[in-house]
């Protein structure tokens, strides 16, 4: 299984980004794919995640600013953000959780600032 996540980038705060990621290999019908980030000197920490039936679970502080999709046919689940802020910084990992097993993209950098 194998996660290729694009999207990524540096934007100026106040502005938005949409994340891409898509899952290859063997994959499970039913799966949850999600992201979620790592800032410098911080934990990894949950962004968004959803399941192959749209159930979502989005982190509490930044529901309402990123939205999470997901196109099953592709494999494949995207991050919308908004409204940007500086404290958005971080590498950004695709997940992808099927079958017991939790698998990770390579992470995207995404840098917020002026």
């Known amino acids: 299984v194998q996660l290729v996540e694009s999207g990524g980038g540096l934007v100026q705060p106040g502005g938005s980004l949409r994340l891409s990621c898509a899952a290859s290999g063997s994959i499970f019908r039913f799966n949850v794919m999600g992201w979620y980030r790592q800032a410098p000197g911080e934990q990894r920490e949950l962004v968004a995640t959803m399941t192959t039936g749209g159930t979502t679970n989005y982190a509490s502080s930044l529901k309402g600013r990123f939205t999470i999709s997901r196109d099953n046919a592709k494999n494949s689940v995207y991050l919308q953000m908004n409204s940007l802020k500086p404290e958005d910084t971080a590498v950004y990992y695709c997940?992808?959780?099927?079958?017991?097993?939790?698998?990770w993209g390579q992470g995207t950098q995404v840098t917020v600032s002026s």
């Open positions: 997940s992808l959780d099927m079958g017991g097993s939790n698998y």
